[in-house]
């Protein structure tokens, strides 16, 4: 096996691929934007403390004045010490108070096709009134609530009537199942666990109750369960325990008053599970967090709420959901759609139906969604007028130059900026992303830091990266940052402090280009060692995405006697398409040299993902390796693995 030599520069990460493909602002997105040219970037420049502070009383109400910007002890940050805001006041009562009551928040839409819409005011109301029944059930500031609910309004009703009562939400995704949701309630000894009976997906009614049931035999710190009424399914009662949401609802008062909360007030956990054992329940605090989703909703999708119509297809159980359905929307006066849905009920066209029948303007999705888009082919969006776009972002994981190509010219027309965003969990909001207006972009760059945030690219020493791969960090203190995980401050050193000293490292890889540009490159444990070369697995899946055939890509790195390990590619064809294993294997040394060229591909239907989309290249490496498959809990559909072992069984090696 070739390793690097003593005197060979030994790369954190070999940056192979080139992209030379450049999309300046066009005259006609800069005219309105919110911001053109740098002058952002110089103020965040200057003083990052000083714009978070500007951004932030721009932004927001508060109640009170902060005393302290910042207050940074590493790896603990407080933001605005002493100040009060109560965020549910800043994500309703201001916009009703101002004259928006009957502005639009919600254009929700079952995926059977039933809508509602739901105003302002009517949010501001329904949230007073489940603040009302809340407390009634005995929550109190600082209790934990549990939230396991579809895409239906209620979900949004009940994180803001938690946040206006100062009680922290847990909110656990529907698709988990009954021992995830206990794990996370006993782990935040929740009181409340707000549900539904069920609700639609694919066509027919999804249960809910009965896992929320389960749970709760094995989560003695639950009292009350709300259960609201979507799916009609029938279901079992507890008497004493269970009331129905719209009985309580009922009879209670619109009026509740939204008392200030401490800027450090806890508003949320939200578990995310990492790579192996325990979830880990990430903190999110008050005004700071507030202030950097309510801060980059507007400028990253350059928010103008007085006629755009944003659309997230994320779940309100992501963050994604958190940061970009509820709070930073919602306090920027936004109208939205919510959508209950899979995305090809009752067709492969539903998403380009729904943008058309409410006039998106600005569309947020996954490069995973994107790549399903392109599999199903181009004559979907084509059977709808998608004019009103004019902003489309990504979010999630790296998007290929070919999938981003393929999002400009078919959803976006050749006229919509791409905002590919790159955060996680433990952010709070975006932290690398264009700036639509002010932002020449590459297909497949996450392109620079936000205004406000510092990152930097890192050796295995240490060292600064300028040019070519290292390990992403983030060097400053963000007010949106995890404040650490819930129960356990040694995990939170450990995970994301240890590893290089004073930095947060993100577990992601990047490579920075000649002119700056950031590329992300993944979590780094899914980097592949080929004979001493640190190959990126988005690299190669970026290259098979680039052949015509070829809709999605996953690479792992397997165990090899020869190189250390060998590529291992797993390949999903574009609808119609037919194509031979060798001549994608050429495509690759073609476009990134023989050096990355997959030793076996196989050709699958489908890929496992986790539930949020992400591919989960453990469980490829457990396949191409032979090994028995470890948790597959987090799988969005399990029967995949055993049609990849099937593959795998039958396949030959050339
Ligand atoms: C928002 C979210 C975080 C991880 C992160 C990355 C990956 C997210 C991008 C991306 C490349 C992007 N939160 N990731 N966005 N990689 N480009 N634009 O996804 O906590 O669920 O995941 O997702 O690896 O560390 S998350």
Redesign the pocket.
């Known amino acids: 096996m070739a390793e690097a030599g003593d005197n060979e520069r030994h790369d954190a990460i070999d940056a192979l691929m080139e992209e030379s493909r450049t999309f300046p602002p066009s005259e006609d997105f800069k005219a309105n934007a919110l911001v053109v040219g740098t002058y952002l970037y110089d103020e965040a420049a200057e003083d990052d403390e000083a714009f978070w502070a500007r951004q932030s009383a721009d932004l927001l109400d508060w109640a009170e004045p902060w005393d302290t910007i910042l207050d940074w002890e590493l790896p603990y940050s407080k933001w605005f010490t002493g100040g009060k805001l109560n965020v549910s006041y800043n994500c309703l009562d201001r916009h009703v108070l101002a004259g928006r009551g009957d502005r639009v928040a919600f254009h929700w839409e079952g995926e059977p096709g039933d809508t509602r819409t739901i105003t302002y005011g009517d949010l501001l109301d329904e949230v007073c009134q489940f603040s009302n029944v809340l407390k009634d059930l005995g929550v109190e500031r600082g209790d934990r609530v549990n939230i396991y609910l579809p895409m239906i309004p209620e979900a949004a009703v009940a994180m803001l009537a938690c946040a206006r009562i100062g009680a922290a939400h847990s909110v656990v995704f529907g698709g988990f199942s009954a021992q995830s949701l206990a794990d996370r309630i006993n782990d935040a000894e929740a009181k409340v666990l707000v549900t539904a009976d069920g609700s639609y997906r694919r066509g027919s009614v999804f249960p809910l109750k009965p896992a929320a049931d389960e749970a709760c035999t094995n989560a003695p710190s639950i009292e009350h369960v709300v259960v609201v009424k979507r799916g009609g399914n029938d279901v079992e009662w507890v008497e004493g325990r269970d009331k129905w949401y719209h009985d309580l609802i009922d009879g209670a008062s619109t009026e509740c008053p939204a008392e200030p909360m401490d800027s450090e007030q806890l508003l949320f956990l939200l578990y995310?599970s990492g790579t192996t054992g325990k979830p880990k329940g990430i903190m999110h605090t008050t005004g700071g967090y507030l202030t950097h989703v309510t801060y980059t909703h507007k400028y990253v999708f350059d928010l103008h709420p007085e006629s755009d119509v944003f659309w997230c297809t994320a779940d309100v159980g992501?963050?994604?959901g958190h940061s970009y359905i509820v709070y930073g929307p919602l306090s920027n006066g936004a109208t939205q759609v919510m959508y209950e849905g899979v995305p090809n009920h009752p067709g492969n066209d539903r998403f380009w139906e729904i943008v058309e029948k409410y006039g998106v303007t600005i569309f947020y999705t996954a490069p995973t969604a994107i790549r399903t888009f392109m599999k199903w082919g181009a004559t979907e969006p084509a059977k709808h007028d998608l004019s009103s776009l004019r902003l489309l972002g990504?979010?999630?994981?790296?998007?290929n130059p070919e999938a981003w190509m393929w999002y400009q010219e078919h959803i976006g027309g050749g006229r919509c900026p791409i905002v590919?965003?790159?955060?996680?969990?433990?952010t709070g909001g975006i932290m690398?992303s264009p700036l639509p207006g002010a932002t020449t972009t590459k297909p497949g760059s996450?392109t620079f830091p936000l205004p406000g945030v510092s990152s930097e690219l890192i050796d295995d020493e240490g060292k600064r990266v300028d040019v070519g791969g290292g390990y992403l960090t983030l060097t400053r203190p963000w007010p949106g940052m995890l404040r650490g995980i819930w129960g356990d401050p040694e995990r939170y050193l450990e995970t994301y402090w240890s590893r290089f000293e004073g930095r947060y490292f993100?577990?992601?890889g990047a490579k920075l280009d000649d002119d700056g540009y950031l590329w992300?490159l993944?979590?780094v444990d899914d980097v592949m060692n080929v004979s001493g070369h640190r190959i990126s697995t988005t690299e190669v899946e970026s290259a098979l995405v680039s052949h015509p055939a070829v809709a999605e890509a996953a690479v792992v790195g397997a165990a090899d006697a020869t190189t250390g390990q060998a590529i291992i590619a797993y390949v999903i064809l574009r609808g119609g398409q037919d194509v031979d294993v060798e001549s994608l294997r050429s495509h690759v040394a073609g476009e990134i040299g023989a050096i990355a060229k997959p030793k076996m591909i196989f050709i699958t239907p489908d890929l496992p993902k986790t539930r949020?989309g992400?591919i989960m290249r453990r469980l490829l490496r457990d396949v191409a390796e032979g090994r028995n498959i470890g948790d597959t809990t987090t799988l969005a559909d399990e029967s995949i693995v055993d049609e990849l072992r099937a593959r795998a069984a039958i396949s030959t090696d050339d």
Do not use: C, F, H, N
């Open positions: 995310t992501w963050i994604t990504t979010v999630g994981e790296p998007i590919d965003t790159w955060w996680q969990t433990e690398i996450a993100a577990g992601d992300l993944g979590r949020s992400k």
